[in-house]
């Protein structure tokens, strides 16, 4: 049942009415068994569903092209569900190395539940057919990676995953779906740290997992039982950011390609990792799987030591000094010092990512804006 708040006369109110109700008064007892038994869709309680929730859960459906999506409190809580609605003792999980940093601290707890996991570098993506065992039951990937942007080909790593029938879950918070629709590319299950892109504005936290109809219900099911149901506030914040969603994500992707370009043939900046650029290694995979530009992330390593990052970091004037992404603002980061703190360090070596790397996720300023003050602040190194 769609949010319905007609007035007496039929007019709708233009934007997603906030239903901060806990609890709804039951019509009557066939409507609450209709309700318990699934032959509508309606509301009892706000941790089983709320209108506000699941209209913001359509319109991201929609964006991935998915028959559905479950919404969540927060990125992290979205990544969790899923662990816990499919893998169960003795299942084997395949996770890139490249995958958000919070995933490293979920997998040892998932250790401790009897799950098995292994961890592939992102370069290596192609020999995955080599990690699969009969009981690897998902793999998870994210592309472009965080924070290095390496690129995986979702279709082969599904090719891969048919030999044991696993499940692909892809993260497509670097990417969002303006750029990329995994599950047209044989992903099983999409999700997205909402706190990122989809909201837009850094005050919401939000997790998203787009999926079939019958995932939809496994996943509410998990949703439900542990409690990690979205507030209708956030749901609304997230339902605003969305009208914007693509001409936010359009205009970062168009800056990060300029930046990129402008970096690469910057004489204090040693490695640029922009998907765009031609000589990016992934750049022939992104090209056939992203649509419409390479997302408003990228990496790079400045002069030749951490102080030399830090230094360019403390001279931008237009750019912040702040962790996440996918804002209004452009944002930067030396990942060594913030997302990747608490890896162990033979992990961080793994990864390629380098005391000096700087992340930058793109904002919707003015690009000339952008280049000026990195070229001003790069100056100072
Ligand atoms: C790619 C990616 N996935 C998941 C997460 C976790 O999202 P949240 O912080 O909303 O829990 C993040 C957070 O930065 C992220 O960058």
Known sequence: MPLDPLTPYGNRPMVTPIVNAVNYEYASFEVLRQITEGEVEGYTYHRDDNPTVREVERKIAALENAQDCVVCTTGMAACTM???????????????????GANYKVALILERLGIQVTWVDANDYQRIH????PNTRMIVLETPSNPLCKIIDIAAVRQAADASG???????????????????????????????????????MAGAIACSKDHYDELWFTR????????????????????????????????????AEMLADHPKVSRVMYPGLPQHPGHAVAARQMRRGFGGMLAFDVGRCQDDAKKFINNLKVIYHAVSLGATETLVCIPHLTTMLYLPPERRAVFGVRENTVRMSLGIEPA??????????????
């Open 130 to 133: 080599e990690e699969i065992r």
């Open 166 to 204: 696993a499940m692909v879950v892809v993260d497509n918070t670097f990417a969002t779906p303006y750029h990329q629709e995994p599950l047209a590319l044989g992903a099983h299950l999409v999700i997205h740290s909402a706190t990122k892109a989809l909201g837009g504005h850094n005050d919401i």
């Open 368 to 381: 000339d804006r952008l280049i000026e003050d990195i070229q001003q602040a790069l100056e100072t190194v």
């Open 82 to 100: 899923v662990y816990l609605t499919y893998l169960r003792a003795a299942d084997h999980l395949i996770i890139f190395h490249d995958t958000y």
């Open 224 to 259: 439900q039982a542990i409690g990690t149901t979205l507030d209708a506030y956030s749901a609304f914040l997230l339902d605003r950011g969305l009208k914007t969603f693509e001409l936010r994500v359009a205009t970062m992707a168009e800056s990060a390609q300029r930046v």
